[in-house]
């Protein structure tokens, strides 16, 4: 299971760091990633990290503001946001897939969201 952490209320301007564990010896494996949804919205992609860590991917919203990374020996990826702005809130979920592509357009395990308050 995706165990989601780390969400709640910051002003604008401000940052905060989202946590992702998932327990099981083949998170290494697989890519992962954040989809976030915004109040009465969709969930959107966010941002996507594969299993090296070494490739990322993010959505033209964040890009520039949000970090994704991954620590494989923790079994735990984090999701680093900077310059929070209103619209940025929403529950965050974090996903997992095969690879990136997957990731972006269909992941295959969801876990439960956090919730990121920004006020203005």
């Known amino acids: 299971q995706l165990q989601a952490s780390g969400g709640g209320l910051v002003q604008a301007g401000g940052s905060l760091r989202l946590s992702c564990d998932a327990p099981g010896r083949t998170f290494s494996s697989y890519a992962r990633g954040w989809f976030r949804q915004a109040p009465g919205k969709e969930r959107d992609f966010t941002a996507a990290i594969d299993w090296t860590g070494e490739d990322t991917y993010y959505a033209d919203s964040v890009k520039g503001r949000f970090t994704i990374s991954r620590d494989n020996a923790k079994n735990t990826v984090y999701l680093q946001m900077s310059s929070l702005k209103s619209n940025d809130t929403g529950v965050y979920y974090c996903?997992?897939?095969?690879?990136?592509?997957?990731?972006?357009?269909?992941?295959?395990?969801w876990g439960q969201g956090t919730l990121v308050t920004v006020s203005s």
């Open positions: 996903v997992r897939g095969a690879n990136t592509v997957v990731i972006r357009n269909n992941p295959d395990s």
